[in-house]
């Protein structure tokens, strides 16, 4: 067998994996994206760590999957916004944590701790929020519906955030030429 029919066929597995996943239950897909997102950032740390960039794994690992589990929680209202707040200590932790590790670049340790936190866990975990409305998937909707919605809505959406920003930071670049001029302190 070829190396390209090999992936050809592993591909349309994972795909049909995926698929079967998302549409036959809330628990399939928690279970599901649990294990990849688990999976992959256990990849991400190990190979951190094989080209020497030394992480705090475990720590990354067990934020990662917590944060994974709050979001589903939070996508099907099982629980409020509130439980969001339990990610301020436990970030104060991976700081605590990498102060009594003999480390000697710690700010590389906890910038790659955090990288896979939000190269990997934060993505995944908010997929739950595409998939889960209000606790009920989008059954009368098709995913390529679902899709052409985001696309047509996407531009509306960037303009106006654009103007937001464009605006506050116009606003900002002139409260600070005033207060310059006047010999104030700009207040932050």
């Not at 209202?77 to 710690?106: A, G, H, Q, T």
Request: proline share 3%; net charge positive; glycine share 4%.
């Amino acid at each position: 067998m070829s190396n390209l029919f090999k992936r050809s066929i592993t591909g349309i597995i994972f795909v049909a994996v995926i698929v079967i996943g998302i549409t036959f239950s809330s628990l399939s897909f928690f279970f599901l994206f649990g294990i990849i997102t688990f999976f992959c950032l256990e990849e991400f740390y190990e190979l951190c760590n094989s080209a020497r960039i030394f992480n705090q794994k475990w720590p990354g690992i067990l934020i990662g999957m917590v944060f994974f589990v709050v979001n589903f929680l939070f996508a099907i209202d099982y629980i409020n916004f509130r439980f969001f707040l339990i990610f301020v200590p436990i970030i104060i932790l991976v700081f605590i944590n990498e102060l009594y590790s003999y480390n000697k670049r710690p700010f590389i340790s906890i910038a790659f701790t955090f990288i896979g936190l939000i190269y990997i866990a934060f993505p995944l975990s908010l997929a739950s929020h595409i998939v889960f409305k209000t606790g009920k998937i989008f059954s009368d909707l098709s995913p390529v519906q679902v899709m052409s919605y985001m696309n047509e809505n996407s531009f509306k959406t960037v303009d106006i955030l654009n103007k937001l920003i464009y605006h506050f930071y116009l606003y900002k670049v002139h409260l600070y030429f005033i207060y310059f001029f006047r010999g104030n302190n700009f207040p932050v």
